[in-house]
Every structure is written in structure tokens, then in C-alpha cells.
Nanobody, 119 residues
Framework: VQLQASGGGLVHAGGSLRLSCAAS????????MGWYCQAPGKERELVAI???????TIADSVKGRFTISRDDSTNTVYLQMNSLKPEDTAVYYC??????????????WGQGTQVTVSS
């Protein structure tokens, strides 16, 4: 499975960005897709994740500002980020928990996309 993320960039505080991540490969079932972030000197942490059934978990730090959605027909997950703050600055990684033909269920990570919020 390959995860191709896009949409990061530089934005002023209060601005918005939309991240996209498309999964490709011999995917039989996409169990979960979502986003993690890692700021310099910090551990990678969950931002938002959504299940095949449609439920979502959002980190408290971004609730009310970030929205996660997915298109199961294309195995694509989106992260709409509004009211961005400088503390949102991080590398954002796309994540997928997928069942792959011939391999079984595994975790997959995208290459990361930088989000920088200036004050």
C-alpha cells in the first residue's frame, strides 16, 4: 500500500489548509485512515482518525477546528484544518490500517507533509 499525501504548506495563524491522502495498492479493506503529527523534539501523536464505519476520533487540541473525512470509493482521507495556530506546526503523516491481498492487515504511513503556521 502506498499513501500519497498532499496539501501542506505555510499559512498565517487563523488560516486554513486541507490535507489529502490517497491510498493505492491491492487493498481489500480499509479499516482506519487518519492523520498523526510530529513537531520538532516531540513524539508523533494522533490528530484525527476515522474508521470504515464512519466514526471518528479527534484530538482534544484540534476539536472544533479540524475535521476529518474520507471517501471510501477512492480510499482517500481528508483533514480540513481551520483556525490554525502556530502550535499546529508539525509534519503531518497520513496513516492507514488496511487489509491487503496476500499480506493481511498492516499499518501503513505516508511520507509526511509539512504544515507551518506563522504568528
Amino acid at each position: 500500500v502506498q499513501l500519497q499525501a498532499s496539501g501542506g504548506g505555510l499559512v498565517h495563524a487563523g488560516g486554513s489548509l486541507r490535507l489529502s491522502c490517497a491510498a493505492s495498492g491491492s487493498i481489500l479493506s480499509m479499516i482506519r485512515m487518519g492523520w498523526y503529527c510530529q513537531a520538532p523534539g516531540k513524539e508523533r501523536e494522533l490528530v484525527a482518525i476515522t474508521t470504515f464505519g464512519g466514526s471518528a476520533t479527534i484530538a482534544d487540541s484540534v476539536k472544533g477546528r479540524f475535521t476529518i473525512s474520507r471517501d471510501d470509493s477512492t480510499n482517500t482521507v481528508y483533514l480540513q484544518m481551520n483556525s490554525l495556530k502556530p502550535e499546529d506546526t508539525a509534519v503531518y503523516y497520513c496513516y492507514a490500517d488496511a487489509v491487503v491481498r496476500g499480506l493481511g492487515q498492516y499499518d501503513y504511513w505516508g511520507q509526511g507533509t509539512q504544515v507551518t503556521v506563522s504568528s
